[in-house]
C-alpha cells in the first residue's frame, strides 16, 4: 500500500506539480491552507507525511506546524516545508517548530524525492 503524503500549499500549480511528481510512488492529498489541512486530518485522514507551504491564507504554515506539532495524533508526522523564503531565519524558526526538512522554491524535484524516500527509509528502520 502506497505511503500518503499531504500536500498544504495555496499556489495550485505547486500542488499540481507535487501531485503529478509523487503520484507514481505515494497516494498524494492536496489542501489550499493550513486550516484546511487540519480539518482534513482531524476528519480521520491521516498522512505519512506533509509537505507544506508558509505563507498561505487562514492559517500560515508556521501556525500548522504549531497545531501538528500540538496535537497528539499528529504530532510525530515528518513534516517538510515547502517556501519561497530563502531566509535563514524563517529555517531555523520552522525547524525549531518541528518541522523536519525545509526546501526553497523553486525546488529541484529530484531533490525533494529523495528527501521524502530518505525521511521513509528513516521511519522503516525504526518501526
Do not use: W
Not at 29 to 36: A, P
Not at 56 to 66: A, E, R, S, T, V
Not at 96 to 102: I, K, N, S, T
Amino acid at each position: 500500500m502506497n505511503k500518503k503524503i499531504l500536500a498544504v500549499d495555496d499556489d495550485e500549480s505547486i500542488r499540481m506539480l507535487l501531485e503529478h511528481l509523487l503520484k507514481d510512488h505515494y497516494d498524494v492529498q492536496s489542501k489550499e491552507d493550513g486550516y484546511d489541512a487540519l480539518l482534513y486530518m482531524q476528519e480521520g485522514n491521516v498522512p505519512d507525511l506533509i509537505i507544506s507551504d508558509l505563507t498561505m491564507p487562514k492559517m500560515n504554515g508556521m501556525d500548522f506546524i504549531d497545531n501538528v506539532r500540538a496535537s497528539s495524533f499528529f504530532k510525530n508526522i515528518p513534516l517538510i516545508v515547502l517556501s519561497a523564503k530563502e531566509n535563514s531565519n524563517e529555517r531555523i524558526e520552522c525547524l525549531r517548530r518541528g518541522a523536519d526538512d525545509y526546501l526553497v522554491k523553486p525546488f529541484n524535484p529530484e531533490e525533494l524525492q529523495l528527501r521524502i524516500a530518505s525521511i521513509f527509509k528513516r521511519m522503516t528502520s525504526i518501526d
